[in-house]
Structure formats: C-alpha cells, structure tokens
C-alpha cells in the first residue's frame, strides 16, 4: 500500500486475554518499528526489526510482550495476559533503511484498551 | 542517558502569530539525529525534519524553521504567520547513531491555532 497500515484501529479486551496488532510496512522497508504512546506522552519504542530478525527488543517491557516479522514485511505485536496498564495507542513504523539515514513512516495506530 | 525535554505542554496562538516550540535534549553521544514529528488528530506522525549532530545550520522551510544550537542542547521549532491547519502534537526527538530507529521522544506541545 501506499503508507502503513495498522490493524485493528481499535481493540477492546478483557484483563487477561491474548490480543495481536498486525503492521503492514511500505512496500520494499526493510527496517521496521514497534512504539506505544500511552496518553498524554510521546511514543516510547518497544522494538526494531531489520529484515525478519529483532534487532533490538531493548523496549519491550516484559515477557508479555512479544513480536514477530517471519517474511521480513508484515509484523504482528503479541501481548499475552493482557492488564489494564497495557491500554495505549500501539503504533507501527517503517523506514527503507535503518535509522541512520531514513525517516521513519508511522501509522496511524491501533488504539487498545484493556478492561 | 539519553532524554528530550518539551517543556511546554500546551500552547495557544491566534492565527498570523509566530509560535516557537522549544526542545532541549541530553545524550552524551557525540553523533546522534534530532527530528520533528507532527501528530494531527488522526493520530499519524508526520515527519518534519531531520538534522544530524555535526549539521548545525539552520534550515527553513516555506513557514517552518529550525534553530539548533549545540551549545545549549537545544533544538527549536518556529511556525511563521501560523494557521489553523498548523494545529496538532508536536514532538521533538533523538536518534543516536548506530541505534537504528530506537528514537527517544519528547512527551510533545500541543498547539491550538484559534482563526
């Protein structure tokens, strides 16, 4: 497509339940971004791939929190045992290269919530 | 470690004014990356400018302009004869070489541009 795109826009779950987000990159991005903004605050990076491997997971903020990329372009954010903390804004971005010459292409979010 | 400061929260203009929206930043890298996002209500980051650290001139873009000073650690952002369209989160952050797209987001102003 033409930009990112995010899956769903919005997420409504229970405490405790297992939820994936989906992020499809800019066609030919090798490089790929995971951030959460929670409100009120600016978006905190969890993770980074380059090609299909992670190459920082340096923000995921507990065992919960795991990503994949299998194909080197589409990514899916998993969160198992969801807790009310985990409620933010997930935000997905792309880049043609890595961060040292690129910029980055975001998307516009999967809002989630966690009852 | 590495920080960015946008010291004001929120900030409220009339159309036509000049706006400047401050951005101080900490890192004791010597070559590192400073960005402006702008985030409208959709919630999409929008890409700005880039400046790289050993870059330290000034650039203006049609009613944007950018003042980096390295000696004061700051990186401020003016909108000239602003408009209601200019009305939006803005972010200020830091990307450090060699960390590929891991930026460190300031927690952002928001301005509201009244006609």
């Known amino acids: 497509g033409a930009g990112v795109s995010q899956t769903p826009s919005n997420k409504v779950t229970e405490k405790g339940k297992y939820v994936e987000l989906r992020c499809d990159p800019i066609s030919g991005h090798t490089a790929l971004y995971w951030y959460r903004q929670s409100l009120g605050q600016g978006p905190e990076f969890l993770i980074y791939?380059?090609?299909?491997?992670?190459?920082?997971d340096s923000g995921l903020p507990n065992d919960r929190f795991f990503a994949v990329r299998p194909e080197g372009s589409v990514s899916t954010l998993k969160i198992q045992r969801t807790e009310r903390g985990d409620s933010a804004v997930y935000l997905c971005?792309?880049?043609?290269?890595?961060?040292?010459?690129?910029?980055?292409?975001f998307g516009e979010g999967s809002r989630l919530t966690v009852l | 470690a590495q920080k960015v400061t946008q010291a004001q929260t929120e900030i409220s203009v009339v159309e036509k004014e000049d706006v400047t929206l401050d951005c101080v930043y900490e890192t004791r890298d010597t070559t590192y990356y400073l960005f402006w996002y702008k985030q409208p209500p959709s919630g999409e980051l929008v890409f700005l400018i880039r400046r790289n650290s050993f870059d330290e001139q000034n650039e203006i873009s049609g009613r944007y302009s950018w003042n980096f000073q390295k000696s004061t650690s700051s990186f401020n952002f003016t909108i000239t004869a602003s408009q209601v369209v200019d009305s939006a989160v803005y972010f200020c952050?830091?990307?450090?070489?060699?960390?590929?797209?891991?930026?460190?987001f300031g927690q952002g102003t928001e301005l509201s541009v009244k006609p």
């Open positions: 952050a830091l990307g450090v070489y060699n960390q590929g797209g891991k930026l460190i």
């Open positions: 971005a792309s880049s043609a290269t890595p961060l040292d010459t690129g910029e980055l292409f």
């Open positions: 791939f380059q090609g299909t491997g992670a190459a920082d």
